[in-house]
């Protein structure tokens, strides 16, 4: 990729459903440490351990997926998989909630105004009326990642100001 790209974070900071789960295990794991230490119970001190490592694997896991949007197109690289879609090669840009139960497909204008309840994503692909189901996995086809609004901005920016580069220097 160029010079001149934004890199964000796959998940949002201010997002309530990335803060709570991590205060949760925070909390959680280090009262158990605390207890397992002023009581002498080694089995607490291991579970405060344990869920303190598993609060690191999963932060360093999540925020390690990085989204990268320059005037070529948008990427996505995690440790396992990296994806590019061109700007020339898309089709649909579109923003989702996903609930407890199922996916909602949503308007990208209404998508700033959605009640906290669900997270909200939005997605880029390069097929025509695509829509995201759940547990779909991220490809050269289809990238989502969550919402934010400068994030949406950046790219409805791009696309208005649309360049015809090849991904050669990705």
């Not at 934004?6 to 207890?35: Q, R, T």
């Not at 405060?48 to 925020?63: C, K």
């Not at 061109?86 to 609930?99: C, D, E, F, H, R």
Request: no cysteine.
């Amino acid at each position: 990729m160029t010079k001149d790209q934004e890199v964000f974070s796959f998940a949002n900071w201010k997002s309530p459903h990335m803060i709570f789960p991590f205060v949760v295990l925070i909390l959680g794991g280090g009262l158990l440490l605390i207890a397992g230490f002023y009581g002498n119970n080694t089995v607490a001190v291991y579970l405060g351990v344990g869920i303190l490592i598993l609060f690191f694997g999963i932060f360093y896991f999540i925020f390690s997926i990085k989204i990268k949007v320059n005037e070529i197109g948008v990427g996505y690289s995690s440790i396992f998989k990296t994806a590019f879609i061109n700007w020339n090669n898309v089709k649909t840009i579109g923003a989702y909630i996903a609930t407890r139960y199922s996916n909602l497909d949503t308007n990208l204008t209404d998508i700033k105004n959605v009640s906290f309840w669900g997270q909200k994503f939005l997605f880029i692909s390069t097929e025509v009326n695509a829509s995201v189901n759940w547990g779909q996995k991220i490809s050269g086809k289809l990238i989502y990642f969550h919402f934010r609004p400068e994030l949406l901005d950046l790219i409805t920016y791009h696309l208005k100001h649309g360049t015809q580069h090849t991904n050669e220097n990705k």
